[in-house]
Structures are given as C-alpha cells and as structure tokens.
C-alpha cells in the first residue's frame, strides 16, 4: 500500500496509521487490528518469514519521543527477562517457571518502534475491563483456556 506522503503515516497523536493486509518490515502482513492503548496499538500479524506463517502479535508503539524511549526500555526489559530464562535453563530450573509472552523481535518502521510477540488469543485486561470487575472475575474454564496458552 503507497501513501501519498508522510502526514498520513501517524496522527496528531502519533499512532501509526496501519491498514490491514500491509507488510511491516516486508516481514509482518496485517491481518487485523487487536487493540489500541495509550502507548500504541497491537495488531495480529502472519510471520512471512516462517515456514509455518505463525500469527504474531506486533505491537506498534507511537512515534512521540516519549513513547520511543518506553519503547527501547520495554524491548531491553524484554531481552534481559529472556536471557534470565535461558540462564536458568541451563541451570536446569524446574518445568513451571517459563516466560508469560515470548519476545520475538523489535524494530524500527516508519519513526515506530516495533515490538513482535508471541500471539494471545486472550487479552486477560480487555477481558476485565469487559466483564466490570464482576465477582467471580474468571470461571474455571475460562481460566483453564487462558492458563494453557502460556
């Protein structure tokens, strides 16, 4: 997809303007926008590079200088979490102790700061924020579900 000039990459806010079906980093094909928070928006991705064409989650930070220096603090958070966990591995650390979300990949695409996760089909917050806070918060099933994708 060509855009016609640079104004229309981002808003006046500085989310990235993504249209499903474009490639981010001639890599990610946008298959649909998940969700739009006060950091960035997340959008599901097919991974063209692997072999399987895997769904992941990029997270598509806003462009303000702000949110970019979030952005490089989250991925070096990220990168340390994941050597925590090979270190530990190699220390042999019982089963049970594994990553919530795995870090994929980050880069920069259009003055955005891109951060590839594994992808979720549950988004526990969205799931709270729908459901008021109601007592019981999550039902067994829905916990077992949620529960056995990490």
Known sequence: MRRHNQHSLADAEGFYQVRVGEQLGYRYEVKRIVDKGCFGQVVQCVDMADPNQRFVAVKIGKNKKFDVDNAHVEIRLLKLLMKAEEDEEDLHVAQG???????????????????????????????????KLRRPLVDAKLLRRIVFQV
Request: aromatic fraction near 20%; glycine fraction near 0%; hydrophobic fraction near 45%.
């Open 97 to 131: 102790q594994e990553r919530i979300c795995e870090y994929i990949d980050s880069f920069h695409f259009r003055q955005h700061v891109l951060i590839v996760l594994e992808y979720l089909h549950f988004n526990l917050y969205r799931f709270l924020k729908v459901n």
